[in-house]
């Protein structure tokens, strides 16, 4: 990677939400148990077979990706999973919303050999129900102790993630422009980077760029050549890119890009 960059401003607008919405039904099938630790929880699926995944409570909603290769079904407390057979390989990310404040962060990917189709899921969350007193708490205090609110560092990250995404419909407390939606911020013959859109609010704002590698070989992402001044965090899609595609599967992978987001102290006079 070359030296740290300057990046210019840029906003967007934002992309819609959605989610899915049915009924289907339980089952007691033997399942695969996972202890929820708040990481992403990746689920084996297979085009045209379902995958049930049960939830310590009943589902209220989620996100899921605009443009998807899955359809959902849900039940109370069950999560019904069809993939298309236009899944790509890294899957697809998803959020589950329950009805008591918890959300849990799931990949949909490709069974293989050496992970197999789950036919049935079951997500153990020690935060539900626990001792401590935080079952006792308002939803509200319950959903705010879940994840940090978005005038936070972590908590525009993770917003940005969601919007840029899982196209979840903007976030409480910050506008976007579309002022220079595509301008190129960075381009060294090895990396391009464009801007996605900018989340400006009063004391944090948030960048999200398109990052492409230009390369014949693979390449790691060096954050600090994202780096603006008052930057106080820095994620990404991905830290190694894929050499540039030279076929069309290899264009559908998508894993020559990555989306970069950066976090700053609130700019003066935009």
């Known amino acids: 990677m070359r030296a740290q960059k300057k990046i210019s401003a840029g906003l967007v607008a934002v992309m819609a939400a959605a989610f899915a919405s049915a009924a289907f039904y339980s089952s007691s099938a033997l399942a695969r148990e996972i202890e929820y630790a708040g990481a992403e929880v990746t689920i084996n699926v297979a085009p045209g077979e379902p995958t049930q995944i049960n939830f310590p409570s009943e589902i209220k909603g989620g996100y899921k990706p605009k443009?998807?290769?899955?359809?959902l079904d849900r039940k109370d407390s069950d999560l019904i999973v069809f993939a298309g057979e236009g899944l790509s390989e890294k899957g697809e990310a998803i959020i589950v919303r329950l009805t008591d404040g918890h959300s849990y962060s799931l990949r949909l990917r490709l069974a293989d050999d050496a992970n197999p189709r789950d036919d049935v899921v079951r997500i153990d969350d020690r935060r539900v129900g626990s001792e401590d007193g935080e079952e006792d708490l308002p939803p509200h205090k319950e959903r705010r102790f879940t994840y940090a609110p978005a005038n936070t560092v972590s908590g525009l990250m993770r917003e940005m993630v969601l919007a840029a995404e899982l196209g979840k419909k903007g976030i409480p407390g910050y506008r976007v422009s579309e002022?220079?939606?595509?301008?190129?911020?960075?381009?060294?013959g090895t990396m391009r980077a464009t801007i996605d859109r900018i989340f400006i609010g009063p004391n944090l704002w948030g960048y999200v760029l398109d990052t492409h590698n230009m390369l014949d070989q693979t390449q790691q992402i060096n954050p600090a050549s994202f780096r603006l001044d008052g930057t106080r965090a820095i994620s990404a899609e991905r830290w190694e890119l894929a050499p540039r595609p030279i076929n069309v599967e290899q264009q559908i992978s998508g894993k020559d890009k990555a989306k970069i987001y950066i976090v700053t102290r609130a700019k003066k006079g935009f």
């Open 67 to 71: 443009i998807s290769n899955v359809d």
């Open 179 to 188: 002022r220079y939606r595509g301008e190129t911020v960075l381009s060294d």
